[in-house]
């Protein structure tokens, strides 16, 4: 068990450094789901 | 050599654990039958309620009736596609909501409140009801950018991180973020008298939408929908001073704000580093706790070892994500052409990242 935590601000930061922000903002849906939620 | 027997510290603190959720227990049971005399009975408030909850008119919590279990439910997996009952959910809430509103539903939270409510009879007005709730306390909170944006970092953070230590240290064989909730080491002392409980939540809330980041990153690496995580609560360090009925008021607030406004959230909760007679008092609480979430609970004291290896726990080297986030595991600004993205080489770490992004080459 690691005896430190960088903590959820340090993860985050680099999680933005390799994503867009928009693409984060709005959560994962898979494809298919996204087609079909689109017909409705 | 035996190990020791409890001491009686811990016994009273556990006492006085079981005391608290009795009376707990108590209240909820006083509250609900309340709630259902006042449903029974025939005055304006039952007229108003149905009125509300008639066809085409917006559902609310109250105007819900009692929980009834739909006999046909049957759990769906997070990563399997809508199926056409649930995207006959999603189009009723889409239609409630309205256009402007549905688009801007974070996607993961979408499916989370959906299939959150599938075991009720009155399915659809309960997702709607309670992702309508949700919505008015994110908009107070700014949930939706609270992590994004940096200018609305909570007061603090610093210090709040360092006295409540949480964070991801791996996945598990499905890919589910592993979170660590230090418990047992945060200090009420320190806590107390620096976050009251306004700021204890917007605190916790930015945590929440840190993970909810976290998760997304997760999905868009494996291709899969996975918005659940493995929780592990460490109690190392559990002493009397959590006993404390402020810091009970505040964890019980919280877990009542964030148990409705964050549903299908939890994969498993392994607790670790429990005192020998927390053991013993989860044993008599277990009857109150919800069948479906006492089944996701794992007590364990310093052993925990197995567990891990059951639900198949990789953790990462270091405990961060930095340390496997290399370019060639994460998607980046700019998705790279077949031609430009280096050949794939095997994993000598193992991780989950890279479990899911090179499957063959494990």
Not at chain 2, 30 to 55: C, F, W
Not at chain 2, 219 to 235: A, G, S, T
């Amino acid at each position: 068990m690691p005896e430190v935590l960088p903590g959820w601000t340090a993860e985050v930061k680099k999680l933005l450094a390799q994503f867009e922000p928009s693409a984060l903002k709005l959560g994962y849906m898979p494809p298919e789901d996204l087609a079909a939620i689109g017909k409705l | 050599m035996l190990p020791s027997g409890p001491s009686s510290v811990e016994c009273m603190l556990c006492m006085q654990i079981a005391m608290l959720l009795v009376l707990e227990r108590a209240i909820s049971q006083i509250h609900s039958q309340l709630k259902q005399k006042s449903a029974a009975a025939p005055v304006g408030t039952a007229t108003a309620a149905k009125a509300l909850a008639s066809p085409g008119s917006r559902p609310t919590i109250d105007g819900l009736g009692e929980e009834v279990i739909n006999p046909d439910f049957a759990a769906s997996k997070e990563w399997a596609l809508l199926k056409p009952d649930e995207l006959q959910v999603v189009r009723r809430l889409k239609a409630w909501l309205g256009n402007a509103a549905f688009s801007k539903l974070p996607r993961d939270l979408l499916v989370c409140f959906v299939r959150g409510y599938a075991y009720r009879a009155d399915w659809a007005e309960a997702s709607f009801a309670y992702l309508d709730q949700c919505l008015r306390w994110r908009d107070g909170m700014s949930a939706d950018v609270i992590a994004l944006q940096s200018e609305l970092l909570p007061p603090k953070r610093a210090m709040f991180e360092a006295i409540v230590q949480a964070g991801p240290i791996g996945f598990d064989r499905e890919g589910h973020p592993v979170i660590l909730d230090r418990v047992g080491a945060t200090d009420p002392s320190k806590l107390l008298p620096n976050f009251d409980q306004d700021a204890f939540m917007r605190q916790q809330c930015y945590n929440r939408e840190c993970l909810r980041v976290f998760a997304t990153a997760n999905c868009l690496r494996r291709k899969k929908r996975l918005y659940k995580m493995v929780q592990v609560i460490d109690l190392k360090g559990l002493g009397w001073a959590h006993t404390d009925s402020q810091m009970y008021a505040l964890l019980k607030h919280y877990n009542s704000v964030f148990s409705w406004n964050y549903p299908e959230s939890l994969s498993k909760i392994i607790v670790i580093n429990a005192p020998f007679v927390f053991q013993a008092v989860w044993k008599m609480i277990q009857p109150w706790i919800h069948p479906i979430t006492r089944q996701k609970i794992d007590i364990n004291g310093r052993s925990y070892q197995a567990v891990f290896a059951k639900n198949g726990i990789t953790l990462f080297d270091g405990a961060t994500e930095a340390r496997h986030a290399t370019p060639r595991h994460a998607t980046p600004r700019t998705p790279p052409t077949t031609a430009r993205r280096p050949p794939r080489r095997p994993c000598v770490t193992r991780c989950g990242t890279c479990a899911a992004a090179m499957p063959s080459r494990h």
